[in-house]
């Protein structure tokens, strides 16, 4: 949750979580630093989230996190199993192929899975790889919410559901995407 500078090979990225984004003086810099990760010349350090990025390129939290995530990809251990859910969409920015992150997104917006639930929802052809992938990226951008055992999620108590107006949410709701 702190703002922290990742250094790397003489290029730096801030990545401020309070906002959901990432940001570099260049976008050379923003996919540079992102490529070398998590790289032995790679430094993280904690700054003053008061001190501003301005003045450069920025990207979603989330997208530069996946890519990440992706290159990683075998390296990445088995996401613990637990009960998850998204409570925000994730802002996938203009990364291509995404199918497979919009897939696992719509299965947790708004609803409580484990692990293998998920892996056995029929989420179609998205591999297993391809499902910790998105976890662990989900997690990493502070998306992904642990809500432990299914008692605890049948506790919390039921609201009404939200209806908000405007082209964005009635496109959600016209294909399915949109969660109360």
Request: proline share 6%.
């Amino acid at each position: 949750g702190k703002t922290v500078d990742i250094l790397c090979g003489g290029h730096a990225l801030r990545l401020r979580p309070q906002v959901g984004r990432a940001y570099a003086a260049t976008l050379s810099d923003l996919l540079t630093a992102g490529e070398q990760l998590p790289g032995s010349e790679c430094r993280v350090v904690v700054v003053d989230d008061r001190e501003s990025a301005q003045n450069g390129v920025s990207a979603s939290l989330e997208s530069v996190l996946l890519r990440v995530a992706h290159r990683l990809g075998e390296q990445l251990p088995d996401f613990p199993d637990g009960r998850y859910r998204l409570d925000a969409w994730p802002d996938f920015g203009a990364l291509p192929s995404l199918v497979d992150a919009l897939r696992v997104s719509r299965l947790l917006i708004g609803n409580t899975k484990s692990v293998s639930e998920l892996a056995a929802s029929g989420i179609g052809d998205v591999a297993p790889g391809e499902l910790n992938v998105c976890l662990w990226a989900f997690a990493a951008a502070d998306l992904l919410r642990d809500v432990g055992p299914v008692q605890a999620a049948a506790v919390a108590p039921s609201r009404a559901p939200r209806v908000q107006e405007g082209l964005l949410s009635s496109l959600a709701r016209r294909f399915g995407l949109w969660r109360a």
